[in-house]
């Protein structure tokens, strides 16, 4: 799961995250959480490994290593490899939006 920060929210406009939150836009919500979702149980070790990456969603990712760490489709990854029931999660400091939901909303 790469889960964005609260400050990762904010960054949205507001206009777009209002209208995501529309019942009319339910769709493109689901599409946009999905992309923030990958296939089993990755770790930040297996990153520089899979790129690029498939999500849920369909879409896929680019994983980059720089100097400051990974950073996904543009988004820095803040926190790695916290362990929860049902996969691991990774906070990352950006909203990533798949082309579908860009163009929709």
Known sequence: ???PSNLAFTRLSET???ALLKPENKENLAEMIKYHLLFGKITAAD????TPV???????????LTDFGYKINGAFLQSRNIEAANGI???INKVLTPAIVTRAV
Not at 47 to 50: G, K, P
Not at 54 to 64: A, D, H, N
């Open 89 to 91: 999660v990774h906070v």
């Open 54 to 64: 498939k999500t849920v969603q369909g879409q896929q990712l680019q994983i980059t």
């Open 47 to 50: 990153m520089s490994e899979l």
């Open 1 to 3: 799961i790469l889960a």
């Open 16 to 18: 777009k995250f209002t």
